[in-house]
């Protein structure tokens, strides 16, 4: 399952220190944040192995 949040630029400023978006963080079936946010478009296929080495810790993690 995929979740995409979405709110107001003053909202991510203010409260998750977000400057740029989009933003893409993994978290886990816990709730934790899995390895750095990636910052902007994934529109490379570097960017694209690492999110989804990200997802494949999440799903390890949440296994626990």
């Known amino acids: 399952i995929y979740i995409i949040a ?3 630029h003053w909202l ?7 400057y740029s978006y989009p933003t893409t963080y993994v978290v886990d ?3 934790n944040i899995v390895g ?14 690492k999110l989804q080495k990200l997802i494949d810790q999440a799903i390890a993690n949440s296994k626990n």
């Open 6 to 8: 979405v709110c107001e």
């Open 29 to 31: 079936k816990n709730g």
């Open 36 to 49: 750095e946010p990636i910052v902007g478009a994934i529109t490379s296929e570097k960017q694209s192995e």
């Open 12 to 18: 991510l400023h203010n409260y998750f220190g977000l």
